[in-house]
């Protein structure tokens, strides 16, 4: 549990965390608060509510009893007052009653007491007095007995028959007694009326009655005679809902509660509001008569406060509902701004991490650059210089910050022809175009011998900006050691060419000289022709291939066509079976002729050797532009082909594919095409020809804007 809350409280930090806490406190206390503020309210209305409700009810039943009491005194008095009372004086005395609005009054009667000696006498004296039909029914003897005489009916209920002896009822007797000793009115304990007996139980109400002693007026001595009694009979629930239904305005329940003579309080009446949860209640103290009744006012607190009742609680659960929202929008918002922290300190973190890789791989890579003795530089897009290691400084010098301009020159290998600027590795490579171990001379003011350079360039996009990397090789060392070489080389087969020229004349005429038969002397000078031609083969190769290094490059405008043309014409003039040549358009190159010469008599001359016995020679001569200034010149044949681990190593000096077979050769012709093809700028590749043989390929600048209609297609059959 605490764990869970531990990363919660991480995920949303402890600001977020103290934030939601504080939101959450304030609002559940605010909201309850305001629920309780409302309730008190509503309390404090229902106060004044019952306040209102139990002084109206207090004073209406207080004026009310009086009424009563009142009305009973006067007709006791009026009752009195007449020295032979009739049942026509009763009649005419009570008849107001009628219309005085007695609510729950059920009868006013009038009672006599007798014992039992004075039942038939008393008979007698009311049948004479306007009851003729009075009969007195006493109930037990040995007692005084309490006879209604004369009763004025005043609800509709049956009324109780006259001479009914009501000693049999002990509450209304008990009242009789109390208002006759003490001479005033007095109210009974409550009891259920003898008339309501008969009903059913739920029918039934506590009533009670209220008596006065009715006196005759005082005699000459002061003293009154006592006649008898008026008695209003009243129902309790009646008499109560009908005065406190007015006073209660239908706002309160009310119950009127009787102290009876034992001590006990029974219930007289209640009224109660349907719906109503009566919660606070007075208590009134009435004096009915010589009694002290209860009188209990109470109302519904939720109900009589103003608003509805339900209000606190949805205040309350309202501000519950809208506390807790907030807490959530904000462990939403801590939260995502928690993650977003996370997620900013683990890029961060990787960041860092990627920045001391970078910074480690730069080390290494500075170092590298450091230590390797290649000159290496990258240029942006307008050839300047913007990385370069110690050894590019030291190759280039003052050339890499682009000082002086024209101070330093790049001139071709011959140390002569100035090198085109937009032939330079780094131009190409800054057009898109990789080069390989172009060799050109530097020349400067700090390099007045020059140094010789290999120099391959490569495009590099750095950033969306297109730039270059160039890589230099000083073969400065090399290239000298190649011309001491060279030199020696040129003597040597200067010197071995005129011994074999004197070889080559004294085998022929020895020959001569022979008779006319092929013996073995014939043989053996026929071999030594043989061997002194290969050798001058050889000679010349190894001329040709020191020369083709280091000959002054002379470019001119070449037409392809007619060079292809006459090269073919030379290799195929002499011989007796034609093979079939086909020459395409070829257009006019920049080049050096004789060089270039040497290359595609190398080529056909190749072609037309390396062929299967019997077979005759088939081959295509064909050029397409090959990017923008420069040309591809191919020559395919249907030869016996090269084997593909070959291939790559055709071009090196003295390496031959098919040796065992009987084709001759040095081993030097194709690395002859290359140094040429290399110092034209261009490049050279063979691969298989489809359909069998081989197709050489190499590039060369082109003169003009390549027009392939310029040299017809030309057949050699
Ligand atoms: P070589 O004097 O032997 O012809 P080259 O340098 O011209 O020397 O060629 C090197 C080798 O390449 C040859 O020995 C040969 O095996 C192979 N070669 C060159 N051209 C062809 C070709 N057109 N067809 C098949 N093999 C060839």
Redesign the pocket.
């Known amino acids: 549990m605490t764990g869970r809350l531990g990363k919660a409280v991480r995920r949303v930090g402890r600001t977020g965390a103290l934030a939601i806490t504080l939101v959450l406190a304030l609002g559940l206390g605010a909201s309850w608060q305001a629920a309780h503020a409302i309730r008190d309210g509503q309390r404090e209305r229902a106060q004044g509510v019952l306040d209102r409700a139990a002084t109206l009810s207090d004073a209406s039943v207080r004026s009310e009893i009086h009424r009563y009491l009142d009305t009973l005194r006067t007709v006791a008095a009026a009752v009195g007052s007449h020295d032979e009372l009739t049942a026509g004086d009763f009649a005419a005395t009570t008849a107001p009653l009628r219309q005085a609005g007695l609510v729950g009054a059920t009868s006013l009667v009038f009672i006599v007491a007798a014992d039992d000696t004075q039942i038939t006498s008393v008979q007698d004296y009311w049948r004479d007095r306007g009851a003729p039909d009075l009969q007195l029914h006493a109930q037990g003897s040995g007692h005084e007995h309490l006879f209604t005489i004369f009763t004025r009916p005043l609800d509709t209920s049956a009324v109780l028959p006259s001479g009914t002896d009501l000693s049999q009822a002990a509450e209304p007797t008990t009242a009789l007694w109390e208002s006759r000793r003490s001479g005033e009115a007095a109210v009974s304990d409550t009891y259920v009326l003898l008339r309501d007996r008969g009903l059913p139980p739920d029918r039934q109400q506590l009533s009670f009655v209220l008596a006065a002693p009715a006196y005759g007026d005082p005699a000459p001595d002061g003293r009154r005679e006592f006649k008898g009694w008026v008695v209003l009979g009243l129902r309790g629930q009646d008499f109560i809902g009908g005065v406190l239904t007015r006073a209660t305005q239908g706002q309160a329940d009310a119950e009127l509660w009787a102290q009876n003579g034992g001590g006990q309080e029974s219930r007289v009446a209640r009224l109660h509001q349907a719906g109503q949860h009566p919660d606070i209640r007075r208590d009134l103290h009435v004096q009915i008569a010589n009694r002290e009744w209860r009188l209990v006012v109470s109302v519904d607190a939720a109900k009589m406060g103003g608003s509805a009742p339900i209000l606190p609680l949805v205040v309350g659960l309202g501000g519950t509902v809208l506390t807790l929202l907030v807490c959530a929008m904000l462990w939403a918002l801590a939260g995502a701004r928690g993650r977003a922290e996370e997620r900013v300190v683990a890029a961060t973190a990787g960041l860092c991490a990627a920045q001391r890789t970078a910074d480690n791989q730069l080390a290494l890579l500075n170092g590298i650059l450091d230590r390797i003795s290649d000159g290496v530089g990258v240029v942006d897009a307008d050839g300047a210089f913007i990385v370069h290691n110690p050894a590019a400084q030291a190759m280039l010098g003052r050339t890499l910050d682009g000082d002086e301009p024209g101070a330093s020159r790049f001139l071709r290998p011959d140390g002569v022809t100035e090198f085109p600027a937009d032939e330079l590795p780094l131009a190409r490579a800054l057009a898109g175009e990789s080069t390989d171990r172009v060799e050109m001379i530097l020349r400067g003011p700090d390099r007045p011998d020059g140094m010789f350079l290999s120099v391959s360039g490569r495009p590099l996009d750095h950033d969306g900006q297109r730039g270059a990397i160039v890589v230099f090789h000083d073969i400065t060392e090399a290239r000298e050691r190649e011309a001491d070489l060279a030199a020696f080389a040129g003597i040597v087969a200067h010197d071995l060419k005129n011994p074999l020229t004197v070889i080559g004349a004294h085998a022929e005429m020895g020959r001569d000289a022979l008779p006319d038969r092929p013996d073995q002397a014939y043989d053996s000078l026929e071999r030594v022709g043989a061997g002194v031609v290969r050798m001058r083969r050889l000679i010349d ?1 190894l001329l040709a291939y020191v020369t083709a290094r280091d000959a002054a490059l002379k470019p001119c405008e070449v037409d392809l066509g007619e060079l292809v043309a006459d090269v073919v014409a030379e290799r195929i003039g002499h011989l007796r079976v034609r093979p079939d040549v086909y020459v395409g358009t070829l257009p006019r190159v920049e080049a050096d002729p004789a060089m270039l010469r040497h290359v595609l008599d ?2 056909v ?3 037309l ?2 062929v299967r016995p019997g077979r005759v020679p088939k081959v295509d001569i064909s050029a397409q532009p090959s990017g923008p200034g420069w040309v591809r010149v191919e020559v395919a ?1 249907r ?4 084997p593909d681990e ?1 291939k790559p190593h ?2 090196e000096s003295f ?5 065992g077979q009987s ?11 290359r140094r040429i093809v290399d110092r034209h700028g261009g490049t050279i590749t ?1 691969t298989d020809n489809p359909g069998g ?2 197709r ?1 390929s190499f590039t060369v600048p082109a003169a003009v804007p390549v027009a392939p209609e310029t040299v017809d297609a030309h057949e050699y059959a």
Do not use: E, M, P, Q
Not at 639 to 642: N, V
């Open positions: 190769d190398n080529l001359g190749n072609a050797k390396y044949d030869g016996i082909g090269i070959d055709v071009f390496h031959r594919a098919h040796t084709y001759g050769g040095t081993g030097l012709g194709l690395a002859i095409c063979v043989g081989s050489f």
